[in-house]
């Protein structure tokens, strides 16, 4: 990161740490009002609105001629002093914000022309921000992580974190689903995909698939996860070049775990993941 850059990333901590302290209070002190989007798994809350608007506000408000890619607004402001755009998820993980309180997160990356600058991943509930960018590498609370080593186990000792409808989908397509969990150690599914590139990030899962995540679910988690060492493959589902579609997206550990894990895939997907 550049001066510019490193001014804009000490920017997002400030205005994070105030989108989550808004949350928080809003969480129990209001009635949460869910209204479904696009099907009962796909939901919105006025919170989601709310912190959104926080986030759009402040950061035009200090830089007006960014571009900006949100998930509820979905809308570009067409950027007139550069290439700069952030990406914002105001609650990753709507369905546990609302029934759990737990287990969901806000996210705010910034990116140079598709570029990775820095990414914030802010754990509400648990009080964790995750946060990494170029030149900086990966933070949690404040204290720098190193990069995690590389580990030498196979897919039968790996956590695999994959959710049904990513099951089902894939295993329309010819996958053998079961196969893989079978030889995996365990699978697991959190139902927020910042939070569990996270984990891979940290070790706690080893692989991570998904086809049904949007750019901004995943932007800033992602520079979390490069910085730890981690890999990432995201591929858009679609031949647009929307950059509101669904995403195809793998996360790893290790490109061994990946690639034996990979030999599950029928070849349209293998193909996909690997272009």
Known sequence: MNLEEREMYDFANIIMH????????????????????????DLVTEHDLLIEKLL?????????GHAILAEECQTWVSPELGGYTWVIDPIDGTVNYYRFG?????????????????GLVYDVARGVLFSAGQGVGAIMNGYRLKSLPDRPERLNKAVVGI?????????SLGMDVLGMLSKAQAYR?????SLELCKVANGEYDLFISSNVHEWDVAAARIFLEQRGG???MRRKDDTDSRCGKLLVAAFRSPRIWLEAAEYLPKSLRDKFMA
């Open 102 to 118: 737990k287990d969901y997160a806000i996210s705010l990356a910034l990116y140079w022309n598709e570029q990775p600058i820095f």
């Open 56 to 64: 759009v506000e402040a950061i035009l408000g200090k830089y007006p």
């Open 163 to 171: 959710s049904l409808r990513t099951m089902r989908e894939f295993a």
């Open 18 to 41: 105030s989108a989550g302290s808004k949350l928080k209070e809003e969480h129990k002190r209001s009635v949460i009002k869910v209204t479904e989007k696009t099907s009962q798994m």
């Open 189 to 193: 599914y959190l139902g927020c995909a």
């Open 231 to 233: 890999g990432l493959l």
